[in-house]
């Protein structure tokens, strides 16, 4: 599948929690960071995301905020 979304983090889904009609997937990356994705419970089903399974985050947004202390 192609996209135009040029932020990909790759990493493996570590944990799904599905409640009606949303569920919320965690993703963990190579480095250990933890990437969360709140999508339908459907999407989950329907594109056969379950723990362990190797996925990519993609990540699509019009603006990026930078914080620093």
């Known amino acids: ?7 990909r983090i790759a990493g493996t889904v570590t944990s799904v929690q599905t409640d009606g009609l949303m569920a919320e997937v965690v ?3 190579g480095d250990g960071q ?12 329907r594109l056969g995301i379950a723990v362990g399974e190797e996925v990519s985050a993609v990540v699509k947004a019009t603006e990026v905020m930078i914080e620093t202390e």
């Open 27 to 29: 993703v963990e990356t």
């Open 34 to 45: 933890e990437v969360t994705a709140i999508i339908t419970a459907n999407s989950v089903e």
């Open 1 to 7: 599948m192609t996209l135009s979304a040029r932020n």
